[in-house]
């Protein structure tokens, strides 16, 4: 009569099932035809969710996740068209969950994003420092020639003597030419034509072994090039540079290497100050503003991510039955005993990002066969009743520090060390002191951002648990069950990744019977009453790192820094030493 009760109440439970599911398709049939293709996704998944051995299921679910899709990527373009950034963002995303195969969808995402977070890092004011910068930079700079005029010159001589050349320069350009006292004259040759005063000036005196100090807007004075004389006129200034993001001790060692120039006058002197994070420079004015040009190039914030964790505990059939059903329309499989399969990215490379990599699934190796899972398997483990979320935490970190998730407890573990009783002795006294040791889902990350906006992801997972204690000289121990994975992955920005085959067994034996005969082999089966059920979990991990703020480089970052010549080096060349006109600006 149980027996009968139970099969009765088995029915009738697959009866209502059946309905349920029958229920949900007819509705999300219904939606469909009224074209809301999102209430038709939900209808379908559920129908498929109740009864996922019914193919009809899967295929309208396939039609009508295919159509919602093209009905947000349709509402996104009007909405971008429109300059609704935001909202078009956000009809995007939800096109590209429901499709995650329309790569140019996910490429607008990516664009889109960008596009946003420069448009904020606009919009913010600047900080009070990047003012102090900016007259800081005026204060260092050496004083202005102040011609005049400055319209274009032509200069003829033949056979003449250079200061008597210097000196028709001075006054026509209103300057005063002094001569240091080593000055030697001598006798040239020049045409130049369409010119200014400076640039006549700098190209004649660099042409015959010279250079000019700029004493005031109206006063030069005309030196030997010589390193010594270079040591006696060039001054020199002191500035400190406060880092924002570097080590300074890194772009001190970096700027000692590019400024170091063999027989230099004036080599500049670096000092970097670790407590206030400065680097404080002695030297010339020019090198100072190429000092300044190479530190802005380097101090430049760590992009930040946010990586979104799921962890979900489930039944390992089921999820073997999601995954064979769902396989005949979006799940791609690839045989590869010898490690990650290559040649699925963009560029051919390794193929680690979006596979994972199963328990053992009918007696193969899990590390045979890697999977591209659709976001639609994590929807349907996610709403299975067989399915436990374990944790769903967000990450948040800079590029290059280690993220670290523990999801566990810690067990004590002891361990003993023996030492003698006495300075000689041959007895030990045994000192016995206690480590923890975290047991649990173990989750370390270092994610790196490229410059082409993807993920680098170090990745390493690790599933222990505590199994019997053991006897060791007489001592209780605990025992480890520990399996891990150790990856490196290369995700864009808000790709999901999914991680499974992290198993845990749990076997049952019960033994009921005559005592005695339940330990002989053939008699206990016919003697006794046996129940032995073994219950396998898989934990399934879902990664999904996005980029909040990249590295922030602008074209002047990346651009040349032309620094002049070996005894007259400079931003841009040789340092500017005309005053600008009134109605030129700075």
């Not at 026509?172 to 020049?190: H, K, M, P, Q």
């Not at 890194?250 to 170091?260: Q, V, Y």
């Not at 030990?428 to 992801?457: H, K």
Request: glycine content about 8%; some cysteine; proline content about 7%.
């Amino acid at each position: 009569m149980r027996e009968l009760a139970a099969a009765v109440l088995i029915a009738a439970a697959v009866a209502v099932s059946g309905c349920a599911s029958t229920q949900s398709f007819r509705e999300g049939g219904a939606a469909a035809r009224e074209g809301n293709w999102d209430a038709a996704v939900e209808y379908y998944r559920r129908a498929l969710q109740e009864d996922p051995d019914r193919p009809e299921y899967r295929i309208a679910l396939e039609r009508a996740m295919l159509s919602a899709a093209r009905h947000h990527e349709a509402a996104a373009a009007e909405l971008e068209a429109l300059g609704d950034l935001p909202g078009a963002l956000g009809a995007y995303r939800r096109a590209y969950d429901l499709d995650p195969s329309n790569g140019q969808t996910g490429v607008r995402i990516a664009n889109l994003q960008q596009t946003l977070r420069e448009r904020m890092e606009a919009a913010r004011a600047p900080a009070p420092i990047e003012a102090m910068r900016s007259q800081a930079r005026l204060d260092t700079g050496p004083p202005l020639l102040d011609p005049v005029s400055d319209e274009p010159l032509v200069i003829e001589f033949t056979d003449t003597s250079l200061r008597d050349v210097l000196d028709f320069l001075g006054e026509a350009a209103g300057i005063n030419v002094l001569y240091d006292r080593d000055f030697e004259d001598l006798t040239l040759s020049v045409s130049l034509a369409g010119v200014t005063f400076e640039e006549a000036l700098s190209r004649i005196l660099a042409a015959n072994g010279a250079f000019h100090k700029v004493v005031d807007p109206r006063t030069i004075v005309v030196v030997p090039e010589t390193p010594d004389k270079r040591g006696e006129y060039d001054e020199l200034v002191i500035r400190t540079f406060y880092v924002s993001h570097g080590n300074v001790e890194t772009l001190a060692e970096l700027l000692s290497t590019l400024m170091s120039a063999p027989n230099a006058p004036n080599a500049p002197q670096l000092v970097a100050n670790v407590e206030a994070n400065a680097i404080t420079v002695r030297a010339t004015a020019p090198v100072v503003g190429i000092v300044e040009r190479v530190l802005a190039a380097n101090d430049k914030p760590r992009a930040e991510v946010v990586i979104d964790v799921e962890i979900l505990e489930v039944n390992r059939e089921r999820a073997q039955r999601y995954g064979l059903d769902l396989s005949r329309y979006s799940i791609s499989t690839t045989y590869s005993p010898g490690g990650v399969p290559a040649g699925n990215g963009d560029d051919g490379a390794s193929a680690a990002s979006g596979l994972f990599s199963p328990g053992r699934l009918s007696g193969v190796s899990s590390a045979d066969f890697y999977f591209a899972v659709p976001s639609a398997v994590i929807d349907f483990l996610e709403q299975d009743t067989h399915t436990r979320l374990v944790a769903q935490p967000q990450i948040r970190g800079q590029e290059g520090a280690e993220l670290e998730l523990n999801l566990g407890q810690d067990i004590p573990v002891p361990t003993t060390a023996f030492t003698p009783l006495a300075v000689g002795g041959a007895s030990f006294n045994p000192l016995t002191s206690f480590q923890y040791r975290p047991v649990g889902v173990i989750l370390r990350m270092i994610p790196r951002v490229t410059y082409e906006n993807e993920i680098v992801l170090d990745l390493e997972v690790e599933n222990s648990t505590l199994g019997p204690p053991i006897l060791v000289a007489g001592q209780s121990l605990p025992t480890f069950g520990t399996r891990k994975v150790v990856t490196r992955l290369r995700l864009r920005d808000g790709e999901s990744n999914l991680l499974a085959g992290l198993l845990s067994q749990e076997d049952r034996q019960i033994l009921k019977g005559f005592p005695g005969l339940l330990r002989l082999p053939i008699l206990r089966q016919l003697f006794s009453a046996n129940d032995e059920s073994a219950q396998s979990t898989d934990i399934v991990m879902l990664l999904t790192p996005r980029i909040v703020r990249t590295h922030g480089l602008t074209q002047e970052d990346v651009g040349p820094i032309h620094i002049g010549t070996r005894d007259n080096p400079g931003v841009t060349g040789p340092p500017p030493r005309i005053a600008p006109r009134p109605d030129a600006g700075p």
